[in-house]
């Protein structure tokens, strides 16, 4: 079942077009990654599913509502990552959970998000005196005590040593596994891969790619080797789209699994061959290839 649905959606600040005709859904359960250069529109596009901002046209549905007409209903069943500036130094620990969970009608216990999130020894520390990893399990402890159907994280790992960034990624598995919709919107590309069930990649305001990282980056191998004898025919294996030759050398690029047909093609020939090598490419170079840009 869909939880989001957005649909054809424009949007444009005077003769700028920071939404054009985008669409995706979002399934109940999963991760989904939108990922994007700076300024393709993912945080627009994201705060007006959550009801912040209004899109010129086009329709959203959260849980079946419409986040602008329905605002208060649809607030009431997410979750809003907060980012760093919105929280007041000296507020302590505490005093922000118990805040935030008067917002809402039926909000979980917030003693027990401090345990589960590895905070209750710093339940009377003042925000501004916490670590960057304790700042981010704060904010994350925070968009979870509405007890939410959907959670919206935001360029959640920024800034964070890579221990701590670890730690964050497992926290975020374990809100999935608590059946909770999680919408994760990044810069990183290793991010995205080990927790995203799918990811829309935004492009100037466009969703120019839909799909599981696998898929996205399944395009696009390229085995090379050298021919120590023999001749041998890959343009007609399956998931070949080009075989290039330059004397022994050997470049062959393609889609899925073809390196395991290749392999097979190459034995069945009895052709030997010496320095295969088979590069594997990453998200990194598909979002390049997709966007014509590489990541900054
Ligand atoms: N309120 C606004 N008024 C005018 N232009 C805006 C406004 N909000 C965003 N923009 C512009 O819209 C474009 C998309 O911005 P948006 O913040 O949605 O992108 P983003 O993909 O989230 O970028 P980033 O990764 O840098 O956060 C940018 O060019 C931005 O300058």
Redesign the pocket.
Known sequence: MAVIEVTALRKR?AD?V?LDDVSFSVEEGEIFGIL?P???????AVECVEGLRRADSGSIRVLGLDPAGDGPKVREQIGVQLQQTQLPENLKVWEALDLYASFYAEPRDWRELLEEWGLADKRHARFGKLSGGQKQRLFIALALVGNPRVAFLDELTTGLDPSARRTTWELIKRIKADGVTVVLVS?FMDEVEELCDRVAV?DRGRVVALDTPAGLVGGAHQMRFTLMSGHVDLEAVPGVTTVTRDGNRVVVTGRGDFATAVTAQLARQHVLVSDLRIDKRTLDDAFTALTSRSFS
């Open positions: 600040y700028l920071v994007g700076n300024g393709a529109g993912k945080t627009t810069h935004f």
